[in-house]
């Protein structure tokens, strides 16, 4: 989540981030050079590392998503000394990536999550936007034991209104 706005600043300005490592440039190229899906990291962690996709890479991917700092510690070890042997890559150059990897971790999703919430978010605002009752109606009927959420979307909806007439 951390590195959404400097995704949007880089598309914007049309610049990437550059690791000076040519194998993980076409991994990264569609996100501007920032990691936004889990299946990035896993394919940087194949190409630099050696991990295989299904397994390797997939112990990766769990341990990030889970917060697991000690598997996380393990990874670290393999995909450095990895990146290392198996693509030459100078063990500092690894330590940074890995570290940008990790800092991904605090907020990973995978791409097939990532397109599914961002089309039902859409689909929600253009609900809201052309049919305000018939959203809100659904929206109070899903919260009908939670009143906390009701008073907020009732509130919500009175700001919507504001002291016009409404049509709804």
């Known amino acids: 989540m951390q590195n959404i706005p ?4 880089r598309k914007r300005e049309g610049r990437k981030l550059k690791f000076n490592v040519s194998q993980i440039e076409p991994i990264l190229a569609p996100t501007f050079g920032i990691i936004v ?9 194949s190409v630099m590392a ?3 996709l299904g397994g390797e890479a997939d112990l990766l991917r769990r341990a ?3 917060k697991n700092l000690a598997a996380m510690d393990q990874e670290r070890d393999r995909f ?3 990146s290392v042997a198996n693509g030459g890559v100078e063990r500092k150059r690894a330590v940074e990536i890995f570290t940008y990897i990790e800092r991904f971790a605090n907020y990973g999703f995978n791409k097939s999550h990532a397109i599914a919430y ?18 809100y109606v659904a929206l109070l009927n899903s919260a009908q034991n939670n009143d906390v959420k009701i008073k907020q979307y009732l509130n919500e909806l009175k700001s919507l209104i504001g002291g016009q007439r409404s049509r709804y």
Do not use: I, R, T, W
């Open 6 to 9: 400097q995704l949007v600043k």
């Open 37 to 45: 899906y889990q299946e990035q990291v896993m394919l940087v962690a």
């Open 50 to 52: 050696g991990f295989s």
């Open 64 to 66: 990030m998503s889970k």
């Open 80 to 82: 450095v000394n990895g």
């Open 118 to 135: 961002s089309k039902m978010a859409y689909e929600q605002a253009y609900l809201k936007a052309h049919f305000p009752a018939a959203f």
